[in-house]
């Protein structure tokens, strides 16, 4: 192997001393074109000072206690850089992991550089992993470290993309390579949406009869949940209920919607018939387990049944099911919503918090939506329900899916047209929920809404291959990056933006 080292010691002579040229106050990382930190996202801040570059060597190692919570951080950052790791003491060249409060932020970090050495002190190992991302951009860009000491954290909680695998089957091998490149960008969640009405796409022992036949097994899923643990990702699986379901219902007709003339509804599922609660309830049971993160995404949206102007008459079987549950006031939306309570409630046993698409909120006297839900604000260009500061008054968390800026839709369908980095970049932030309305400011903190994901969805599966799609979202993912660790208006131009992307990788 080509130790990474050896690469930017040749590049080392080309490599100017910068610290005596800085001011000596702090500065942002954006401060100009060509940032002394070069970085996505760039850092909060940066105090250059006079100590030299710091650039690995032969004798460099990386230093964190074996049996530590960073040791993993050092292994992996000494496999990168293809130099030994070592339990310590560090000595001159090292770089040197370790935990230590720096703010309240967990995923914060205080990154300490001089010729000397690097040292690396995060809140949590989160915050030590994403110091050393930053690190390796910086040597990708310029071959050695500068002086100087930077605090960084991000600003949003949630930070992710959204991969639509129930329509078009994505490889494991695709998949971990979204991992690596949302670890670089200190991404910290991927939702995968893993079936539709095109394709149920992961393997299933209580149910084979419903899988697709190509779909993830239960090893891709371990091996992809692994790999994101290590590069602190939390995997978040959706089994989308009570629409979506076409290719889980090819199996089980008799569970299927039908209107009062007796035509089928694409994709939605008769609620009210006993069976459907048990064989969706079967899936989730043998699922919770293999997805240990803390969350797990209900669906909920584009139900049939409340896609019309009047759903009690058009589906009588569901207003006499929502009437004997709720009384003579009784809607069809009651029933949906006490569809996703029941699956949440079976979903909070297994230690998981449940969200949803926004328009699977129903609310009535009779039946509200779960209170710790976290709502999932798509906006779809024909609103339907509430705008999101509704939610948020209710004292709801929210994430950002605004579908105007981070919505990948296959063949780019005119509602829907590809989204672009630059658009994110410059007039997206995290408050920018709905189309172009931003949410007041009292209800757009960090605490509220919790951040952003990028959404990839297979309305036309064929219209891109996994190569284009990579390519297509490699800009517009950096944005979300940038703008979710820090919303503030970027400094960079955005042609001096994507320059930097070429430059840290």
């Known amino acids: 192997m080509v130790h990474l080292w050896s690469k930017f010691a040749s590049v080392a002579g080309v490599v100017s001393v910068i610290a005596a040229v800085f001011a000596p106050e702090p500065v942002t990382a954006a401060a100009a074109a060509a940032p002394a930190i070069p970085s996505i996202p760039a850092v909060r801040a940066y105090t250059p000072t006079a100590g030299g570059t710091w650039h690995p060597g032969p004798g460099t190692r990386v230093v964190a206690p074996a049996g530590s919570a960073v040791e993993d951080e050092a292994r992996l950052l000494a496999s990168e850089l293809g130099v030994p790791y070592a339990n310590g003491p560090a000595r001159q060249g090292d770089v040197s992991l370790s935990l230590g409060w720096v703010n309240d932020n967990p995923e914060s970090y205080e990154m300490t550089s001089s010729a000397a050495g690097i040292t690396v002190r995060g809140t949590t190992d989160a915050g030590v992993f994403y110091g050393t991302r930053t690190l390796l951009q910086v040597l990708r860009a310029k071959g050695g470290f500068p ?35 949302m670890g670089d960008l200190k991404l910290n969640e991927l939702h995968l949406h893993l079936s539709d009405n095109q394709g149920f796409r992961i393997q299933s022992t209580t149910h084979p009869e419903v899988v697709s036949a190509r779909h993830l097994s239960k090893a891709d899923i371990r091996a992809v949940v692994a790999l994101a643990a290590q590069r602190h990702i939390t995997v978040i699986p959706e089994i989308d209920s009570p629409g979506h379901l076409g290719a889980l219902l090819a199996a089980h007709p008799s569970l299927r919607l039908r209107n009062a003339s007796g035509k089928l509804v694409n994709g939605a599922l008769d609620i009210s018939r ?17 997805f240990p993160g803390p969350y797990w995404h209900l669906g909920g949206d584009e139900y049939g049944a409340l896609t019309v102007a009047d759903p009690q008459r058009t589906f009588p079987r569901l207003a006499a099911y929502a009437r004997a549950r709720f009384g003579p006031q009784g809607t069809v939306a009651d029933a949906a919503t006490a569809w996703l309570n029941d699956r949440a409630a079976l979903l909070r046993s297994y230690g998981k918090t449940t969200e949803a698409w926004n328009d699977g909120f129903f609310t009535s006297p009779r039946s509200w939506p779960d209170a710790g839900r976290q709502v999932d604000y798509w906006s779809s260009n024909k609103q339907r329900g509430p705008l999101p500061e509704t939610y948020l008054r209710e004292g709801r968390q929210l994430v950002n899916l605004n579908s105007w800026y981070l919505y990948y839709v296959l063949g780019g369908p005119a509602n829907f047209p590809y989204p672009t980095g630059q658009a994110i970049y410059e007039r997206w932030t995290p408050a920018l929920v709905f189309r172009d309305r931003t949410v007041p400011a009292a209800l757009a903190g960090a605490d509220r809404i919790l951040g952003g994901r990028l959404a990839i969805w297979c309305d036309n599966a064929g219209a891109q291959t996994q190569g284009r799609i990579a390519a297509g979202i490699r800009m517009p993912l950096r944005a979300l990056a940038q703008k979710t660790w820090d919303p503030g208006r970027p400094t960079l131009t955005w042609a001096d933006f994507k320059n930097l992307a070429a430059r840290v990788g």
């Open 274 to 290: 006993a069976g459907s609660a048990t064989l969706v309830d079967d899936l989730l049971k043998e699922y919770a387990p293999l």
């Open 147 to 181: 002086a100087g000491v930077i605090q960084d954290r991000p600003d949003r909680p949630q930070r992710g993309l959204m991969v639509d695998v129930g329509r078009k089957y994505f490889t494991r091998g695709w998949l971990e390579e979204r991992i690596r490149d």
